[in-house]
């Protein structure tokens, strides 16, 4: 099979396709021929050896997969050979096939495309896992999500008017604000141009946010704190921007606020259970049509290292996707 390599730790440039051996499944795990798999900010990390963890090299990247399933491992009896799923995975997405675990390939709904399936577990996962389960967002709530026009942002936009709250998008230019409107942004802040906190507390009438949603970090952080309401919460979900922020704790102590880590991948391993009751949610909306994925574009898999160039470098509005197969 074909997959992405990353022999060295680097820019996306260092990538390469080569021809790989296909892999075959543990007991509890599923081979999967992927047709579309998602990217994800965390990628552009991984593969220069900045993220949480580091792969042993070489590795292909990649999490997010949507596929069909190929061969299943003996105690796997919830999906079988031919039936089209959705899952993900550590990394290992950039390829024709992957392994994936059984807890984490689920049944992809018939009506549901492969790319909008490859688009839908990190964002929508890391997104409502931030808001229902850190957070515990509650209706009447406002919600200040930094980012907003990314692939989480965008999707946390979308689940906090869902789950009834006052949401405010702050990005980067107006076209990704226009963007967020469109998925049901209350308010919009072009950080840009504006004084994040001066602009909160107008649209706030001075009460601030009651929850941060941050996948940005750099320098948005201190003043998104600074404008969070008593008992507010601010979700660290990611640090876009690069620098990971150094907070004055005495702004917790002020406002009585918690600071909150989110990370959905290891909630979703640890927490299996949990992430499927989520997914399953998430599925249901979905289905209604409540949940609309945005798709910026589709590449072909040679072209993995331009779509990571794209998101690192702020083009891309919603979801990218690679086609695999």
Known sequence: MKAIVCKEFGPPSTLVLEEVESSKPKDDEVVVQVKACGVNFPDTLIIQGLYQFKPQLPFTPGSDIAGIVKEVGEKVNHVKPGDEVFGFVMHGGYAQEVVV????????????????????MMAYGTSYHALKDRAKLQKGETL????????VGLAAVELGKLMGATVIAAASTDDKLQLCKSYGADEIINYTKEDLKTKVKELTKGKGVDVVYDPVGGNYAEPAIRSMAWEGRYLVVGFAAGDIPKIPLNLA?????????????????K????????TMELMQWYGKGK?????HKIYPLADASVALEDIASRKVKGKAVIQCS
Do not use: D
């Not at 102590?253 to 391993?269: D, E, H, Q, R, T």
């Open 101 to 120: 675990p059984g807890n984490a390939c689920f049944q992809k709904p018939p009506m549901m495309q492969f790319p909008i399936a490859a688009s839908f």
């Open 144 to 151: 200040l999500v930094l980012g907003a026009s990314g692939g």
């Open 253 to 269: 102590l002020l406002k009585g606020c918690a600071i909150v880590g989110v990370f959905w991948g290891s909630f979703a391993m």
């Open 271 to 278: 927490t299996p259970k949990k992430n499927m009751e989520n």
């Open 291 to 295: 949940l609309k994925p945005h798709i």
